[in-house]
């Protein structure tokens, strides 16, 4: 049957893509629909309950600012938030919030099922419907065939999906969901490069089997910090703790032991795995040095009595993860609620898509989330963002919108899947970015809010509020650079000490701020005058403090497109270069490029990367 309702969007899967791509495109006023296998599964944290952590919590912030859902989500279900990186400079800066799964899904469908213009359905999609090179429609599981302009996929990891447990391995989307089988084949089908990565996740444990009193207990930060622009603290509900434990030599001997029954040391799973999210047997193998990893212990919610501990994810046979738990401090009498695994799924490349996240090969069908190669929630809802809005604009008619690597750590991400593919599962991370100084999570609202409006994706309430809040930073900018303090005044007095050496002339108080002794709050007190919004004093404070800084990138940038010939010495060690992640460390190792141009082309070898050798290369001259 065909549904008598047309839709200008139709979006596959419920997952963290799938509900930011439904609520994007809904927001600009495109009649949308959201097909996905279970309505109670919408939103649904596959693995760890946090959002957030650091180049994470940029893109939650940027999603948050074109009016997503994801930061709202956090705030109503956060359970314990901290800034990560809080004594390290803005850029790095990153909050993290453990979240009640129960609570952030709740918030995700009230959100879903409250957005005008926007209709959901339970059903597994098993087909797509093409008239020549355009994807017009959707059919689904009972026959069903739904037409819309265009399309957004985001399956996740249900496609083909195989879960591993030790040696045994079954069909699965996740523990406990079905795979997408029928639709992973007839895409396979279609003109798309399809490959396979895998994932893990560590068993769950009851916390009336852990003994928390050998643990270092973790507090959330105080104040608490908030997620989205238009969050409160009142929103959160009650804070509680995460802990901190060890893994020792018996665990590894354990795992060691066990490995011969490994499905990723036996060769079962083909997949590649997330090298920045190791199973516990990887760690052992790759860091032989260690005799120890931390194990976080999280909270999954305030109802419930499991928790994740982070940091162990296996796939090894239950008997062996039942006993590798057990040889943890705390752990000794654990009683695992469900067992950890593994997942293979397809992932199509990314290199086959436009900056829209369109496809390449079809018209009308955009991809976004883990089935581009990435992992994460964060990551998936930024792409899901992209793809509803320029799916939604495709059937306005209009043409995509594509942030630039210096607007967004969104445009780095697209830029990075779309340029060099990946073939492992791709992280976001601040070193991914050239323009960190101008990318911060602070100002992720002043940098897109206003593109956001523009496109139709925020509305009055939060406009209204971003554009109090920027009159706001440059009525405080005005007032501190006409405010004058003189040598020997009451506010010089109480300035003096804060200084290497007392005031000789006047200075203005946008200049007494640039000195590193002085914090915006000192100044306040000192002067007795200023902004009561902190998120005012915030910006305030960091886009004078780091103006110098942010000009000087600014130049480098330029520069570095001076330096395609820059010789690069036979003998450089890569390793000894800060700030390099290893993956590129081995890339540059491995191809040892001749010019800084030729490096720059190695597929991984960011921009960002690409300025670090520059600053070494100086240093060594
Ligand atoms: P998903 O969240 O997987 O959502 C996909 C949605 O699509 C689901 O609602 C599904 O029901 C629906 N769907 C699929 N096929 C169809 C269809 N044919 N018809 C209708 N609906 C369909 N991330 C990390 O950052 N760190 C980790 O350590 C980590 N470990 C993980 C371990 C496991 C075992 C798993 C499963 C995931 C893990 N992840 C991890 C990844 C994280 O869960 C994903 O990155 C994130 O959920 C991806 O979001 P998504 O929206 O792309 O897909």
Not at 292 to 318: A, K
Not at 329 to 340: L, S
Not at 417 to 435: D, H, K, Q, V, W
Not at 528 to 548: A, S
Request: glycine share 8%; aromatic share 6%.
């Amino acid at each position: 049957m065909d549904y008598p309702s047309r839709y200008g969007v139709i979006v596959v899967g419920g997952g963290h893509a799938g509900t930011e791509a439904a609520l994007a495109s809904a927001r600009m006023g495109v009649k949308t629909l959201l097909i996905t296998h279970n309505v109670e599964t919408l939103g649904q944290m596959s693995c760890n309950p946090a959002i957030g952590g650091i180049g994470k919590s940029h893109l939650v912030k940027e999603i948050d600012a074109l009016g997503g859902g994801m930061a709202v989500a956090t705030d109503r279900g956060g359970i314990q938030f901290r800034v990560l990186n809080s004594r390290k400079g803005p850029a790095v800066r990153a909050t993290r919030a453990q979240a009640d799964r129960v609570l952030y899904k709740a918030a995700i469908r009230t959100l879903l099922e409250n957005q005008p213009n926007l209709e959901i359905f339970q059903q597994a999609v098993d087909d797509l419907i093409l008239e020549q090179e355009t994807v017009v429609g959707v059919v689904t599981q009972m026959g069903l065939r739904f037409f819309a302009d265009s399309v957004v996929l985001t399956a996740g990891t249900f496609l083909g999906g195989v879960i591993h447990i030790g040696l045994q391995n079954h069909s699965g989307g996740r523990a406990g969901d079905p795979p997408s089988t029928t639709l992973a084949k007839r895409l396979r089908e279609l003109p798309f490069r399809v490959e396979r990565l895998k994932t893990g996740t560590p068993p769950r444990i009851d916390a009336r089997s852990v003994d928390f009193s050998v643990m270092t207990e973790q507090p959330g930060d105080t104040p608490t910090p908030v997620m989205s622009f238009m969050g409160s603290v009142d929103q959160h509900p009650r804070q509680i703790s995460c802990y901190i434990t060890h893994t020792n030599e018996q665990t590894h001997d354990i795992i060691r032991a066990g490995l011969d029954r490994s499905p990723m040391y036996t060769g079962v799973i083909e997949g590649v795995g997330p090298r920045y999210c190791p199973s516990i047997e990887d760690k052992i193998n790759r860091f032989a040095d260690k005799n120890s990893h931390q194990v976080f212990v999280e909270p999954e919610g305030l109802t419930t009595h499991e928790l994740y501990p982070n940091g162990i994810s296996t796939s090894l046979p239950f008997d062996v993860q039942l006993k590798l738990v057990r040889s943890i401090r705390g752990f000794e009498q654990a009683h695992i609620v469900r067992p950890g695994y593994a997942i293979e799924y397809d992932y199509f490349d990314p290199r086959d898509l436009k900056p829209s996240l369109e496809s390449k090969f079809l018209q009308g069908i955009f991809f976004a989330g883990q089935i581009n190669g990435t992992t994460g929630y964060e990551e998936a809802g930024a792409q899901g963002l992209l793809a509803g809005l320029n799916a939604a604009r495709r059937s306005q008619q209009r043409e995509a919108w594509c942030p630039r690597r210096d607007e967004a750590y969104l445009g780095v991400l697209v830029d990075d899947l779309i340029t060099n593919g990946t073939s492992e599962p791709y992280r976001m991370f601040t070193s991914r970015a050239e323009y960190r100084l101008v990318l911060r999570e602070d100002n992720a609202d002043l940098r897109l809010t206003e593109k956001g409006r523009e496109l139709g994706l925020v509305d009055d309430l939060r406009w209204a509020r971003f554009e109090q809040k920027r009159e706001g930073i440059a009525r405080e900018q005005q007032r501190l650079s006409e405010t004058w303090v003189q040598p020997g005044s009451a506010a010089a007095k109480a300035i003096d000490p804060l200084l290497e050496k007392p005031m000789t002339h006047e200075y203005s108080l946008l200049e007494l701020l640039r000195r590193p002794q002085l914090s915006y709050a000192q100044l306040t007190e000192a002067t007795g005058v200023g902004e009561e919004d902190p998120q005012v004093c915030e910006q305030v404070e960091i886009q004078t403090k780091y103006q110098g800084y942010i000009d000087r990138q600014a130049e480098e940038i330029e520069r570095l497109r001076n330096h395609e010939q820059t010789l690069l010495p036979a003998d450089l060690d890569y390793r000894a270069i800060d700030g390099l992640s290893n993956e590129i460390r081995q890339k540059l190792s491995d191809n040892r490029p001749d010019t800084l141009g030729r490096a720059s082309r190695i597929a991984g070898v960011t921009p960002a990367a690409i300025s670090l050798l520059l600053i070494h290369l100086k240093k060594r001259s």
